[in-house]
């Protein structure tokens, strides 16, 4: 259960579009359409932003965006807002009923 | 909503129980997580239990010492955790699956293992 691939930070300024990439296995995601990404502000619980490589739960924005290639996801956020400021997680379904996250990427809003 | 509690500081070697409170939905028709996030680490998926309490699966680093259980008629969920070692050392979240996506968390129970 090795821990998906995130870059440690991404940055950008606000109304710029910044994509995050989450690299796996075909154990995972490339193995599955069950890619899903979090939010999660300092001291905050994490929030669900796209479940099943590109779906929104409601609430959140259409600037969100996933997509996957191969054993790549990627996440991105259009017209960056000061509030998008955030880390980052991936997570893949890995079979058995096992779940594998990324390490997380920080997002800094200059 | 999920609120845990049970969280605290303990020895290596010792034991202690997260208890998670659900409310708000029908706990025994999903699949309940407990997933934690080391001191300014990512996140580790931990244990979970299928609807009903049907299964129940864990992590390898977890495997063997702790136990994930569930409570119907309280809507709760539960971890028991046995022989813990520092690295044992988070906050442990209390989560729900919506389709192999975790719609909603709790605010975590700090757990610390230290001498």
């Known amino acids: 259960q090795s821990a998906l691939t995130q870059p440690r930070s991404v940055s950008g300024s606000p109304g710029q579009s910044v994509t995050f990439s989450c690299t796996g296995t075909s154990s995972d995601v490339g193995g599955y359409n069950y890619v899903s990404w979090y939010q999660q502000h300092p001291g905050k619980a994490p929030k669900l932003v796209i479940y099943?490589?590109?779906k929104r739960p409601s609430g959140v924005p259409d600037r969100f965006s996933g997509s996957k290639s191969g054993n790549t996801a990627s996440l991105t956020i259009s017209g960056l807002q000061a509030e998008d400021e955030a880390d980052y997680y991936c997570c893949s379904f890995a079979g058995g009923y096992s779940w594998v996250f990324g390490g997380g990427t920080k997002l800094t809003v200059l | 909503q999920v609120v845990e509690s049970g969280g605290g500081l303990v020895q290596p070697g010792g034991s202690l129980r997260l208890s998670c409170a659900a409310s708000g939905f029908r706990f025994n028709i999903y699949s309940m997580y407990w997933i934690r996030q080391a001191p300014g680490k990512g996140l580790e998926w931990v244990s979970n239990i299928r609807d009903s309490g049907s299964s129940m699966y864990y992590a390898d680093s977890v495997k063997g010492r702790f136990t994930i259980s569930g409570d119907n008629a309280k809507n709760s969920l539960y971890l028991q955790m046995n022989s813990l070692r520092a690295e044992d050392t988070a906050v442990y979240y209390c989560v729900r699956d919506i389709n192999f996506s975790f719609d909603i968390w709790g605010q975590g129970t700090m757990v610390t293992v230290s001498s």
């Open positions: 099943d490589v590109n």
